[in-house]
């Protein structure tokens, strides 16, 4: 089984001509508020989770989801029931590659959906994000995160605003366009998934999804848009989250 190949392109200047470009209005993209988890001990620029390859994410709006993922992560060391995706009524896995801008990685995900809403209630509470995970997301993080990582005595971190638009049309392709606003930060991530053909060689397979991660980036070139070369728009944002987390509160 090739895992499919999940290109993302990412923008972090002039995402509102960016947005203009691909006819995609702000208004009419759907919005959610997001948290990240974090270790509770955290007090610095260091972020043990997301330095364990994990992270926690809980999206809240008209239809609320908390993923757990691994990334990087390899097949070998995840165990025998999670090197397969699955999907069950209101909880899926998946495990794909994920291609932004020079980095190859595989990513495994746990995702558990929720009621609308529910989730922003609970991390607006405080809510440690430990006690929300769905029972296999539990016994994922436990048979397949790598040891010393922190999965329990969690902070959320957050809100950002999350504005989607999905099913566009860009240079042949389908893509889905992700807005990620907070403290500043303006961030746009552009992203298709490719899948292997029956019988494709995994050098074949590559070398297509890197002929199309090249069509979709001269369409950017063409339009004088500069796709970022920087870390995930999850570390840069995670950065500034945690950095608000860490302001001291102003007292009078």
């Known amino acids: 089984m090739l895992p499919p190949i999940e290109i993302k392109i990412n923008l972090d200047a002039e995402v509102p001509r960016a947005l203009s470009v691909l006819e995609c209005p702000p208004e009419e993209g759907r919005r959610r508020s997001i948290w990240f988890a974090e270790a509770r001990t955290v007090d610095g620029p260091a972020l043990p989770l997301f330095a364990g390859h994990l992270i926690i994410r809980m999206r809240s709006g008209d239809r609320d989801d908390l993923t757990v993922k691994l990334r990087p992560c390899s097949l070998e060391d995840l165990a025998p029931r999670w090197r397969r995706p ?54 994922f993080l436990v048979t397949c995160t790598p040891g010393g990582v922190p999965i329990d005595h969690l ?61 979709l980036e001269s369409f950017f070139h063409g339009h004088r848009l500069q796709p970022s070369v920087d870390d995930t728009k999850t570390r840069r944002v995670l950065s500034v989250l945690v950095r608000e987390h860490m302001r001291p509160t102003n007292r009078p």
């Open 155 to 215: 902070v959320p971190l957050g809100p950002i605003v999350s504005t989607t638009w999905s099913g566009i049309p860009l240079a042949g392709h389908t893509v889905d366009l992700e807005r990620w606003t907070v403290d500043g930060l303006d961030l746009l991530e552009i992203s298709v998934q490719i899948r292997a053909s029956p019988g494709e060689s995994i050098e074949a397979f590559e070398s297509r999804a890197d002929d199309e991660r090249s069509t």
């Open 86 to 139: 699955f999907d069950d009524r209101d909880f899926s896995y998946r495990v794909e590659s994920d291609w932004s801008g020079s980095q190859h990685v595989l990513a495994a995900s746990a995702v558990s959906r929720r009621p609308p809403g529910s989730l922003a209630r609970a991390m607006q509470s405080g809510t440690d994000p430990a006690e929300v995970l769905d029972p296999a997301q539990r016994q």
